[in-house]
């Protein structure tokens, strides 16, 4: 009984691949989406979304499904939010949601009306997402992050953040670090930046901007650093 019972678990985990790799063969063969799009959902996959978003745009005027038509536009949307372009993302969250691409489109849309500091416009949306999802705890997080946010806005700040043109650039300026001697530190600063004078030619397929490179600020003249 033993023996029979140890033969038939072969058999069953030999049989197994094979029929994995059946149903992958199946899917391959429905696959029907435009090359446009494959190579844009390529991009996507790679996190190079400043790419995919532009052979999106090309792809979804080539799908016919409907499907298809969604879930582009909420790639899109994905895109731009995650180079920080909210407007458009919103857009296409939107786009998404009236072609019936799902709830998540819904929530997408609520998160990027509350970037943009809409925060009345946001919490309507998360309540119109409620009605959809009821249970998700992102709802009374995004709601009393809008809430929180518009009291500072009427209250104000004990600070003042001025906008140091001479320094900052266009394009993604981030990770700041005092750089200075001791006792000084705060008379040299180090920034990461992907501003046009950035070393390098080839642009970061994420953002769509050149790759970083790090820049010294003494006074206010910004210096880069070669490494």
């Keep these: 009984m033993q023996q029979r019972l140890i033969r038939s678990l072969v058999i069953l985990l ?3 691949p094979l029929f994995v790799s059946a149903q992958t063969d199946v899917n391959d063969d429905q696959d029907t989406r435009h090359k446009l799009t494959k190579k844009a959902d ?12 532009e052979v999106y745009d090309k792809a979804y005027s080539k799908e016919k499904d409907r499907s298809q ?11 731009y939010r995650y180079v920080g372009d909210y407007k458009r993302a919103e857009g296409n969250y939107k786009k998404a949601s009236k072609l019936g691409f799902g709830p998540l489109a ?11 500091g809409e925060y009345e416009d946001a919490i309507a949306a998360y309540e119109v997402y409620r009605t959809l999802v009821p249970d998700d705890p992102r709802i009374e997080i995004g709601i009393n992050s809008c809430r929180q946010a518009a ?19 266009k394009q993604a ?20 930046s992907m501003r046009e004078d950035a070393k390098g030619k080839r642009e970061d397929g994420w953002m769509g901007e050149r ?14 650093k070669d490494h």
Excluded: H
Aim: glycine share 6%.
């Design 14 to 16: 030999t049989a197994v």
């Design 42 to 53: 390529a991009f996507y996959d790679a996190k190079e979304y400043s790419l995919a978003v």
């Design 69 to 79: 038509k969604a879930r582009i536009a909420y790639n899109t949307a994905e895109c």
């Design 106 to 116: 819904d929530l997408g849309a609520a998160d990027m009306l509350q970037a943009q």
């Design 151 to 169: 009291t500072w806005v009427v209250q104000g700040s004990l600070f003042s953040v001025d906008n140091i043109r001479a320094l900052n650039s």
């Design 173 to 192: 300026d981030y990770a700041v670090a005092f750089a200075g001697r001791r006792g000084q530190e705060d008379m040299t600063l180090i920034v990461s």
């Design 211 to 224: 790759f970083s490179d790090l820049f010294i600020t003494e006074g206010m003249e910004p210096k880069r």
